[in-house]
């Protein structure tokens, strides 16, 4: 069974950059779409960025277009969302999810979570 874990949050100022990371074991990531999302205080997970199995297709919330990269090294068997020019909105715990090949963007079609890593953005 594929286990995640995040790492790679922490603080950082407005305007920053940050890199997040999801490590997979107990298995190969490479027929696996892998997602972030996040959940602020007070409000409902929701979608970030997703990568197919085959790193071809990614897609992106509105929110995090032109801000956020998500990417995939399979030989790391890692997945990476690389955050810049951070807003105090994007303040949350973000997790990362896996799902047979094909990206989705709705939290129930992932059936694979990490415990989440926490980001913080101050202003």
């Known amino acids: 069974q594929v286990q995640l874990v995040e790492s790679g949050g922490g603080l950082v100022q407005a305007g920053g950059s940050l890199r997040l990371s999801c490590a997979a074991s107990?298995?190969?990531?490479?027929?696996?779409?892998i997602a972030w999302f996040r959940q602020a205080p007070g409000k409902e997970r929701e979608f970030v960025a997703a990568?197919?199995?085959?790193?071809?297709?990614?897609a992106y919330a509105d929110s995090v277009k032109g801000r956020f990269t998500i990417s995939k090294e399979d030989a790391k068997n890692t997945v990476y969302l690389q955050m810049s020019t951070v807003k105090s909105e994007d303040t949350a715990v973000y997790y990362c999810?896996?799902?047979?090949?094909?990206?989705?963007?709705?939290?129930?079609?992932?059936?694979?979570w990490g415990q989440g890593t926490q980001v913080t953005v101050s202003s």
């Open positions: 999810a896996a799902r047979p090949f094909l990206v989705a963007t709705t939290e129930n079609e992932y059936g694979l």
């Open positions: 107990g298995g190969t990531i490479g027929t696996y779409a």
């Open positions: 990568i197919r199995w085959n790193g071809i297709r990614t």
